[in-house]
């Protein structure tokens, strides 16, 4: 059976900009092994595969190259953006998505130019301390120790799925980081399978709070993924948590990679959580081509 694969850039509206993610529209008679298959030989960091749901308005799976996730933020972008130009989703201001961290609501919302904005909720933050050494953990990602700062705690972080976020001294140090992704799972001992998200407050564009990198996990298949949104959202909750009390961030992110984009982070503080909700655009590149 023929299945047709959309290329679209999440969190940014210029193509070549943002985060890539495949799209495919339906996938309801696709097996997992499938999938993972299609989105190894599509290549990005991930592809989503929408399906029908009888509990949600539409159900999405994720898969990168190396194996499945439970939540993808900018593959979510691409697949609402592609659903909704194809015709698959009727207008409505808010759609349910069925993941496999529950069911998620996206808000769509449009701008004067028509531009449509989309909002998406994500699952509460949780945090887990992170016990390894900072000097093999500096070297993994491409730095020395001491560039790492000592002001706020290297921490777990999921809102979706787990990373490791590494607060940095300076701006400067990104320029230099190149990662050893498969040494990865000896540094982070507590979660083998987690990625590494080095951020610092020196930001490129002013209206930016954080500027970021996002290092795959080795099991993905892939090295480094541009914009994150789930990441972004947990970088959001941890500024809110251990930084500054705050209910909105910008966060930057890609332009180490050329593919500069921006996710608009809102905040809300429960009693022993966040709820994180993530602000983006998404646009159609190409069709990466026809898979059977």
Known sequence: MEMKVYHYDAFSNVPGKG???????????????????????VGFNETAFAMKSEVADIRLRYFTPGHEMDLC??????????????HFLTEKAKIRVET????LEVEIKYSEDGQRWMTMQQAPAVFESFAGSRVDLAEVIGVTESELSDEWP??????????????????????????????????LQEMPRASIHPFCLET???????????FS??????????????????????YAKYIKDTQHI??????????????????DKKETTYAIQVTGTAVLVDEVGEFY
């Not at 496999?100 to 069911?103: F, N, R």
């Not at 490129?204 to 996002?214: C, E, L």
Request: no cysteine.
């Open 19 to 41: 985060n890539p993610a495949g799209v495919v529209l339906d996938a309801d008679t696709l097996t997992a092994e499938k999938m993972q298959e299609i989105a190894e030989k």
């Open 73 to 86: 933020g900018h593959g979510t972008m691409a697949a609402i953006q592609a659903l909704s130009e194809h």
């Open 100 to 103: 496999k961290v529950g069911i």
């Open 154 to 187: 290297i921490m777990y972080g999921n809102t979706g799925i787990w990373t490791l976020l590494v607060p940095m001294k300076e701006l400067a140090s990104f320029k230099r980081m190149k990662p050893d992704n498969a040494r990865f799972p000896e540094v």
């Open 204 to 214: 490129i564009h002013p209206d930016a709070a954080m500027h970021a990198r996002h």
């Open 217 to 238: 996990s080795p099991f993905s298949g892939t090295i480094e993924d541009p914009v994150t949104g789930t990441a972004s959202g947990v970088m959001g909750a941890y």
């Open 250 to 267: 910008v966060v930057e992110q890609g332009a180490e990679m050329g593919r500069d984009g921006k996710v608009m982070v809102h905040i």
